[in-house]
């Protein structure tokens, strides 16, 4: 069954530094979006992203994000200027274009901001 | 706005015995989708069952079977005869039908059971 991809698995990164999740999506699903789950707490809504924007995006997600799709098949999340409270595990998801079908999450990428 | 909550934060049950994890959902949306997902120790997000809110039949599927009650904005998940492998912590979530199309899913706090043998 197709799934969704997450690279790496986990990500260690000074405090103040750049970092890049990458995810693969399901490659006929036209939905993309990011998740955050900070250990021991709920998965929270960051972004979707569809043709080539971003659809909707949370409180969360302020200037210090962005996402990008700079090929066919990838699907990034990019902190600029990490900060200790973004520790946390990282949720790619991708869903088709009817509404009714589910996202399918990717297995998280883990941040650790030192 | 749109909020779920999982009341019971931690359960913990013998195996063979049957375990009902709540969920309780507030929306003023008129269509909207109800999911439960599970995550394990190894922490991947598993898709268990996705719920129109126009189908308030429940749902068996093996072992598992939820109850929708749109009456009572609930939607409950059952575990018959539960075994080890079910440790884990259960996610209930919301999502509104978007005439977009993309889904903006609101998960509950999460449900941690805990399988003793």
């Known amino acids: 069954e197709p799934e969704v991809t997450q690279t790496p698995s986990h990500q260690v990164t000074q405090m103040g530094q750049e970092v890049i999740l990458r995810c693969v999506p399901i490659?006929?699903?036209?939905?993309f979006y990011w998740y955050r789950q900070i250990l021991g707490q709920k998965v929270e809504f960051l972004v979707s992203?569809?043709?080539?924007?971003?659809?909707?995006k949370s409180e969360i997600f302020d200037d210090q994000f962005s996402v990008e799709r700079p090929d066919g098949s990838n699907f990034t999340l990019k902190i600029r200027s990490t900060k200790l409270e973004d520790s946390a595990m990282y949720f790619c998801?991708?869903?088709?274009?009817?509404?009714?079908?589910?996202?399918?999450f990717g297995d998280g990428t883990r941040l650790s901001i030192l | 706005a749109q909020k779920v909550t999982q009341a019971q934060t931690e359960i913990s049950v013998v195996e063979k015995e049957d375990v009902t994890l709540d969920c309780v959902y507030e929306?003023?949306?008129?269509?909207?989708?109800l999911f439960w997902y599970k995550q394990p120790p190894s922490g991947e997000l598993v898709f268990l069952i996705r719920?129109?809110?126009?189908?308030?039949q429940n749902e068996i599927s093996g072992r598992y079977s939820w109850n929708f009650q749109k009456s009572t904005s609930s939607f409950n998940f059952t575990i018959t005869a539960s075994q080890v492998v079910d440790s884990a912590v259960y996610f209930c979530?919301?999502?509104?039908?978007?005439?977009?199309?993309?889904?903006?899913?609101?998960f509950g706090i999460g449900t941690k059971l805990q399988v003793i043998p």
């Open positions: 929306t003023r949306d008129t269509t909207y989708y």
């Open positions: 719920r129109n809110s126009f189908d308030e």
């Open positions: 490659s006929n699903h036209l939905y």
């Open positions: 979530a919301l999502s509104p039908e978007n005439s977009g199309g993309y889904q903006k899913v609101t």
């Open positions: 992203f569809y043709n080539n924007e971003i659809s909707e």
């Open positions: 998801a991708s869903s088709e274009r009817q509404v009714y079908q589910p996202q399918h």
